[in-house]
């Protein structure tokens, strides 16, 4: 059984593809309970998020998992398999550390995936598929992670998801001092938004979510007002900017729903950011005139100007991820070796027992001490190099040769001096 990563992320495939092999959280808990009943697959855990999809699993084949991924989303391989990459053990070590350090990401060193993976981590832990390998290789990464945030400068001046879609709105109005902004969505990435949005002070922050406990939750932290999703149609055309990441599987705003706002609004600008993975905005409402709509490949394309000063950094990060890989492996490497350990270690001691034994009968019956002691250190001896005097009395030839030299190692001998 080795370990194996497998998935598609912002760099090998579009966001029409990504959506498409996305899971909701809801769902991940019988997605596992489904990928482990695959053959073979005995350890499994799914990271998704905007920009990846990921399976992480301790498996004999990867192709198994290939296969389940297009059959769960209901997409015929060939669809998916150009964008798919799978990583062999070694290879999947090393990216599961780079993807908890932020070196894989969108925005290099962001923060925000650790939380995911750790999410992931605690998804598989509920839904049993976290054996002791995956369990071993989630705590790794991210201490890892931890030794390269804290060590490196990867994560300095982070230009983030959310303050790239302020540093977008701010190229269409000249202060966001006067907009009005609508949050769709209470999650994570809606919090990182609105609170660099707050921080411009606009005029009015709006937030809508399918719970109404949760939007109050984030308004009360901006001083904010609250919607309801069913509100959003005919309340849309008092906003200038719309900011949306929901988990929902449909848009939740449509092209006629961005028309009719148009109209009210007298063709002044709207800025929409669309954030969610499936997408909450249908994609032809980037076709209209007065309507600023990007999304998350965008966002990337603006972030991507702040690598530079970075990059000095990830040399630093990569040595501490190399050392971290091969710390991983060679504890891997001694886990094949523990079964063996262990019935040496048994075979040792019914050794000592059966000496130990015979020992304190000849004691009971009145034997003297002293013959006792040199027998049973005779006995034991004898016993522990049986096997191999044995072994190497028995091999020939160049078997011979390398058995004396393994044996050599193993007790540290120097037959020649």
């Known amino acids: 059984m080795e370990l194996f990563a497998l998935g598609i992320n912002h760099h090998t495939a579009p966001l029409a593809v990504r959506e498409q092999v996305a899971f909701l959280p ?4 019988q997605a596992l ?15 998704s ?36 990459y799978t990583y062999p053990q070694r290879d999947a070590v090393r990216h599961i550390f780079r993807v908890a350090s932020g070196l894989e990401s969108m925005v290099l060193g962001e923060p925000q995936i650790l939380g995911q993976m750790k999410q992931a981590e605690r998804q598989a832990g509920e839904a049993g598929t976290l054996g002791t390998l995956l369990s071993k290789l989630f705590q790794r990464s991210f201490a890892v992670a931890k030794e390269v945030r804290s060590t490196t400068a990867i994560g300095a001046s982070t230009v983030s998801m959310a303050a ?45 979510n399918r719970t109404p406990a949760r939007a109050e939750a984030l308004a009360a932290r901006f001083q904010a007002d609250t919607l309801r999703l069913d509100e959003i149609a005919a309340r849309l055309p008092h906003y200038d900017v719309v900011v949306s990441c929901t988990a929902s599987q449909l848009p ?39 309507v600023f709509l990007y999304t998350l490949d965008d966002l990337g394309q603006i972030v991507a100007a702040g690598l530079e000063s970075r990059q000095a950094a990830v040399v630093e990060a990569e040595l501490i991820i190399d050392a971290g890989v091969d710390s991983f492996l060679h504890w891997m490497d001694a886990r094949e070796a523990v079964p063996t350990i262990r019935a040496l270690r048994d075979s040792a ?4 027992r059966h000496e130990l034994e015979h020992a304190q009968r000849l004691l009971a019956r009145g034997d003297d001490p002293a013959q006792v002691l040199e027998a049973l250190s005779h006995g034991l001896t004898n016993k522990l190099l049986h096997a191999p005097t044995i072994a190497l009395n028995q091999a020939e030839g160049s078997e011979r040769a390398d058995l004396a030299r393994l044996i050599a190692r193993v007790y540290h001998l120097h037959p020649g001096e």
Not at 62 to 83: C, F, M, R, T
């Open 26 to 29: 809801e769902h991940c808990a």
């Open 33 to 47: 309970s489904d990928l482990t009943r695959v053959k073979s697959v005995r350890e499994a855990a799914i990271l």
């Open 49 to 84: 998020t905007c920009n990846r999809t990921e399976l992480y699993c301790a498996a004999d084949h990867p192709g198994v998992a290939v296969d389940w991924l297009a059959q769960y989303h209901a997409l015929p391989s060939e669809k998916i398999n150009p964008y798919l």
């Open 164 to 208: 790239a879609a302020v540093h977008l709105a701010s190229r269409i109005f000249e202060s966001l001092a006067e907009q009005r902004v609508l949050f769709i969505g209470a999650g994570e990435m809606i919090e990182l938004c609105a609170a660099h949005f707050a921080g411009q002070n606009p005029r009015q922050i709006t937030i809508a």
């Open 252 to 290: 939740i705003i449509g092209l006629g729903m961005v028309e009719s706002a148009l109209k009210a609004r007298r063709r002044r600008p709207m800025v929409m950011v669309d954030l969610a993975v499936p997408r909450d905005i249908e994609a032809e409402v980037g076709r209209l005139g007065d």
């Open 349 to 352: 001691e019914r050794a000592r």
